[in-house]
């Protein structure tokens, strides 16, 4: 299964146009970008801050299987950690990892559960571990407010490209 979420931010797409249309090529700007992105998953997922974004454990009879299997709770995706590797490791078999015709990039996790994560079930919440928004870039915040610092940072690799990346 595959479902797609995009960068909604109109500056970033604008960036990404502006950038592919001057250099013909993404690939190293989104080769950056993707990296980023799994290396910022390792903190963002270990949090137990992502509670207020996830519904915590309703079922006891999972709290108790969980802790009975694994000894712990918190960090969530973290049973077998075959979710976790996949969205923080970009040479993991089951991380999704693709640059596209030099201008689109495809970042994610090929574990066939991780949709039902995304989305929910009858009998789960969904606990979606893709985000591109202040969820997950938050690093710090400017009067109570989330900073969106990765994007912002996507768009700074993007401008940096766009002066100093190869002319077609």
Do not use: C
Not at 46 to 70: G, H, T, Y
Not at 96 to 103: A, D, Q
Not at 140 to 166: A, F, Y
């Amino acid at each position: 299964m595959r479902f797609q979420v995009t960068v909604l931010d109109d500056q970033f797409q604008k960036l990404l146009a502006k950038a592919f249309q001057r250099t013909g090529d993404l690939t190293v700007p989104l080769t950056i970008i993707s990296g980023e992105w799994f290396k910022g998953n390792k903190s963002f997922v270990n949090q137990k801050s992502l509670l207020p974004v996830w519904a915590d454990f309703k079922n006891e009879r999972v709290k108790k299987q969980k802790m009975a299997e694994v000894g712990f709770l918190y960090p969530m995706l973290r049973r077998h950690g075959r979710l976790f590797d996949s969205i923080t490791d970009p040479n993991n078999t089951e991380a999704v990892n693709e640059i596209v015709n030099k201008k689109i990039l495809f970042i994610g996790s090929s574990v066939p559960y991780g949709f039902f994560h995304m989305t929910g079930t009858r009998i789960m919440k969904k606990r979606p571990f893709i985000f591109f928004g202040p969820e997950q870039t938050k690093t710090r915040q400017i009067k109570n407010q989330p900073t969106n610092e990765r994007v912002d940072r996507w768009k700074l690799i993007l401008s940096t490209w766009i002066v100093q990346g190869k002319k077609k």
